[in-house]
């Protein structure tokens, strides 16, 4: 488990007490300061703001240190986090964290979201699994691969990973395969595992999706599905009916804004 994970499944890397600390930066420890006061009802002094993480030796802000009762919890147990602990699908206190950061129970149960570019060695072996899923010839994702890692083109491929094995994935190309070819850039061949799904994890995949072509200045996104009530949930809008190449049944076409 990457040490940065809290107990909980918070991500301590990327928070932004710990980076005032190992920064030294006292602009963001008073920004935190305020925000944790106005966010708690209580004040909290930027001298509070002082931790390395969650489960790594050092600093630790009073709450961290001895309030927190999952990180107490876990301490007691011996665990390494929640996520080996046999109550997690019970405990109320970790259902609140993961509410209000699904992320959490992704770290905790291992998995790991990453871009092609960002471990291109799989391009292979994530072509070949997104042929088995949908039958669409393996060297036309490589090509599409090829342009993306090539920097050839932002329409990007999105794995999240248990282990070394592809869980889910995405990815985004001009037209999947329909008729209006106005409509562009089309998210595609989204699937997940089905022993790993109702985690998130496709929600997840999308909206990497979505912030990854947002940041390129690449705004709105398409979708082509014939599932209703699931993209809804992630801010996706069905939009109107198109005829995919060589059906006479129209899908349904979403747009993400």
Request: glycine share 8%; proline share 4%; hydrophobic share 35%.
């Amino acid at each position: 488990m990457n040490r940065y994970i809290a107990y909980c499944g918070l991500d301590c890397e990327t928070c932004e007490a710990r980076l005032a600390t190992i920064r030294h930066d006292e602009v963001l420890r008073e920004k935190v300061a305020a925000l944790w006061s106005k966010l708690n009802g209580a004040e909290i002094t930027p001298d509070m703001i002082r931790c390395t993480g969650c489960r790594i030796p050092g600093e630790k802000t009073p709450y961290c240190d001895s309030i927190c009762p999952i990180r107490r919890c876990a301490s007691e147990k011996g665990l390494e986090t929640c996520g080996s602990c046999s109550e997690a699908d019970s405990c109320e206190r970790l259902a609140a964290i993961v509410r209000n950061t699904p992320a959490a129970l992704h770290n905790l149960k291992g998995y790991a979201f990453l871009t092609l570019r960002e471990c291109p060695d799989l391009m292979d072996t994530a072509a070949e699994w997104f042929h088995e899923k949908w039958h669409v010839p393996k060297e036309a994702y490589l090509d599409c691969m090829r342009a993306y890692l090539n920097g050839e083109t932002e329409y990007g491929w999105f794995l999240c990973l248990k282990g070394t094995q592809i869980a889910g994935g995405l990815g985004v190309i001009e037209n999947d395969f329909h008729e209006r070819k106005d409509l562009t850039p089309n998210v595609c061949a989204v699937y997940t595992e089905p022993a790993h799904r109702n985690l998130g994890i496709a929600g997840r995949l999308l909206n990497m999706a979505v912030e990854d072509l947002r940041a390129r200045g690449i705004s709105p996104v398409y979708l082509v599905t014939d599932h209703t009530g699931f993209y809804e949930r992630y801010s996706w809008e069905f939009l109107c009916l198109v005829h995919s190449d060589g059906e006479e049944t129209p899908s349904r076409m979403y747009i993400h804004r």
